[in-house]
């Protein structure tokens, strides 16, 4: 290729108009004539910012000037007709030539336009932004004994207590109690229970905060809060806030008692802030700065054992929980205490929200003994109930069986002791060492196991198949078979 390239080829090769052979023979005339290796790069930088002008919105158009701008147009035309033709064909075509030569420049880069003239940037203020609202928390009633009121409106009686176990409770909601026990359950292990003669106030709930205030006694546990989520208690002047624990809150009056089982808890008013630990508390009077932390009893920490709220550990919301579990009334001649599949739950007649399947129900009778009363199948369909008589508490203990002390002798000694602490080694470091678990163990004559079902554990779910692993290695020999239930305390 002997002549120089015309620039308009290079914007067809560009675009994919020329065909590779013609495209060869351009790049290699170029790469010898150093006119058409600038119209080259100039064209392809030309082209380049085609691609981005392409992309971007169209321009507002002002469309009242454009209509003024015509007008004028037209107007000038009128006024101009006594000019003579050749000078307007002269102005036209002289016209087309230089609009042509600026289109030419603007693709070979010969022709350079004037810089435009810059506009003033009117500042324009950042949009607000919006807050994200923390989500909201919701409970469910997970056990009801005695005579309760929620929001004024009676939560006892055959009618209440259905009443009370379908309902969510969330911020704003009021508790009262008489000579009655509620327990609500918001969390996989987070839940408070209200005592007697107490009334307790949910100012706020959410997943930043959570607000209650109590008049009368609280027992809370609470699992180890995310970071920037509080958990407050308002008793009176002091406050009490926490990160995860369990513990217990007695306020009558300017008296203000603080419990804890275990975990960490900070007591504090206007002036003062004091830290309780595991197995301490502390009675404030006239201030917290006048208050003394003390270690507590054996008595007073079985009390807080035997007060921990009832939970089910396979929460993962409000609604959900409510549609996969249901209620089970236990009804009994007077007020005894019970325990369903060996887990105490205090006096009856009461409810308990419990998981589908068969439940057996111990009452305690005269002497101080805990006796099978009977069980129970629990559907979501209906409130599953059963009814103790005074004949159920009268009947002789069961037989025991030979073989299940036997085999509980074998349990203890095949239990590996190391594997268990490991199991309990991260709650031990918080300052949970008063922990059990309860299960039922089913041994056949050849030593397998049948069945091995955790019950009842006051310990998160990945503790308990820990337990549950340790408890499936244990080797039995051959012997009779047995069935029981065992507390296992840790």
């Known amino acids: 290729m002997s002549a120089h390239v015309a620039p308009h080829r290079w914007a067809d ?3 994919g108009k020329v065909g590779d052979a013609e495209r060869v023979m351009m790049d290699r005339h170029a790469e010898s004539c150093s006119r058409c290796s600038r119209q080259r790069d100039r064209v392809t930088s030309a082209s380049n910012s085609y691609s981005a002008i392409r992309t971007q919105a169209a321009p507002e158009v002002a469309w009242d000037a454009v209509r003024a701008r015509v007008h004028w147009s037209v ?48 500042p324009t203020l950042p949009p607000r ?25 009676r939560a006892s009686g055959p009618a209440g207590h259905g009443d009370a176990f379908v309902r969510t409770i969330g911020a704003g909601t009021l508790i009262t109690t008489a000579d009655g026990r509620i327990d609500v ?30 008049e009368g006694t609280v027992d809370i546990e609470v699992a ?13 002047d002091q406050t009490i806030e926490v990160r995860g624990t369990q513990f217990r809150v007695v306020h009558a009056g300017a008296n203000t008692k603080v419990a804890c089982r275990h975990g960490l808890v900070a007591v504090r008013d206007a002036h003062t802030e004091v830290e ?4 301490r508390s502390v009675d404030v009077h006239a201030g917290v700065g006048d208050a003394s932390v003390v270690a507590m009893t054996k008595d ?74 009977g069980w129970v199948d629990v559907d979501t369909s209906h409130v599953a109930r059963l009814v103790v008589t005074e004949e159920d508490t009268k009947a002789p203990p069961l037989a025991p069986n030979p073989g299940v002390a036997q085999r509980q002798h074998q349990l203890l000694a095949g239990l590996d002791r190391a594997e268990l602490k490991q199991c309990t080694r ?11 678990v309860t299960f039922e163990i089913s041994v056949e004559t050849s030593g397998d196991v049948s069945l091995l079902n955790i019950e009842n554990a006051d310990l998160p779910l990945a503790t308990q198949s820990c337990i549950h692993d340790v408890l499936s290695s244990v080797r039995f020999a051959t012997g009779p078979s047995a069935t029981w239930h065992q507390k296992l305390d840790l």
């Open 224 to 236: 180890p809060r995310a970071y920037g989520q509080r958990f407050l208690v308002i008793a009176g």
């Open 13 to 15: 090769a560009w675009a």
């Open 75 to 122: 107007s000038s035309e009128r006024r101009s007709r006594s000019r003579t033709y050749g000078r307007g064909f002269a102005i036209l075509a002289w016209s087309a030539l230089a609009a042509g030569s600026v289109a030419l420049g603007l693709v070979t880069g010969d022709v350079h336009l004037p810089k435009p003239r810059e506009l003033a940037v009117v």
């Open 300 to 373: 007073e920490l079985a009390q807080l054992v035997l007060a921990t709220p009832h939970t089910l550990p396979v929460w993962s919301d409000a609604e959900s929980l409510s549609h996969n579990s249901a209620p089970l009334e236990v009804a009994t001649v007077g007020r005894r205490d019970i325990r369903v599949d060996g887990v105490e739950l205090g006096e009856a007649p009461l409810r308990v929200r419990v998981m589908p399947g068969r439940h057996t129900i111990e009452a305690i009778d005269g002497a101080g003994r805990f006796r099978r009363a």
């Open 276 to 279: 309780v630990a595991a197995a």
């Open 426 to 436: 991260r709650l031990a470091k918080q300052g949970l060492t008063d922990t059990f």
């Open 185 to 214: 359950q918001f969390g996989e292990h987070s839940a408070f229970a209200i005592g007697a003669r107490s009334s307790l106030e949910i100012r706020r709930f959410d997943a930043q905060l959570i607000e209650l205030a109590i």
């Open 129 to 153: 932004p919006i807050a994200n609202e923390p989500a909201k928390l919701s409970g469910l009633v997970s056990r009801l004994a005695g005579e309760v009121m929620i929001d004024g409106i």
